[in-house]
């Protein structure tokens, strides 16, 4: 189980996995991610019957990309389930032998929509939807990183409300790394082309930046709070458009009138959405 290093969350569910399927499992922990799969597994070995799983389960640390130990894991596997990006899949995948059964949980991107009617229903809180961007700094992917508008909205007023949702919540500073940086800073100037291209407003500060980008998206961020606002005319176009990016697609955060609903999930699951909460849920576990 090769674990991504984004979020804990993959490491549980493939710990849970292997238990049920009751197989021997080398779960690969990020080295950027080590203590929260730990701790469970630590509490799954407290339980009174915990001792029964405790030859199921190895929790293995080496540098990825390291394919002297991935080949020599790998080759003594009857599967493999990874979490994470497209490089990281393109890399595994060199090193499946045949006759080995390769899983793959591979990049993810998710939305909000947002319909004109509810825009001007009032009854939009901008701190819900700043919520599904910087919660766990955007690592996730069920994070917001593309916010679609419905034409009619003013972008620019939309664009002011958000920076005040954003300056209302309890954001943490950010820990870039270097390449991290960097993507922020091209972040920065490609939000001041886009200013001097349409004219409109952008937002850039050391916790968060949001900007309009022109074009259908969607299209992924640099992370660490970043967020895209497209805007569409037809909610059926926009799901035509969305359509091309069904292998990547997971949550959708949507801001609509009651009576709207209905034809928007219609038309957006056939884009291959397949998962729909309201605004400010989108990183919210729902049983059922």
Known sequence: HITAGNVFLGAIDSILMGILTKNTNYIKLSSRNTIVPRLFLESILHHKKGHLFQEAIRLCVWKGGDKTVEQALIARCQGVILWGGEEAVKSI???IPQGCKFIVHGPK???????????????????????????????ACSNSQNVYLEHGIDIDQFISALEKGFIASPINALDLDEDESVEQLKESYRALYTEFETGSSFVDTSLFKIQFRKGDGPETTAL????????????????QNLARYRFYLQTCGLGVKNYERHTF????????????????????????
């Open 224 to 239: 660490n709070n970043s967020v895209y606002i497209y805007q569409f005319d037809d909610v059926n176009k926009l799901s």
């Open 93 to 95: 995948k060199e090193s």
């Open 265 to 288: 999930l219609k038309s957006l699951t056939h884009a291959g959405i397949n998962r729909f909460t309201d605004l400010g849920s989108m990183l919210n576990s729902v049983s059922g």
């Open 109 to 139: 991107v998710s939305v909000q929509v947002i319909s004109k009617k509810y825009y001007e229903s009032d009854c939009i809180n901008y701190k819900n939807i700043a919520k599904d961007i910087y919660t766990w700094n955007q690592q």
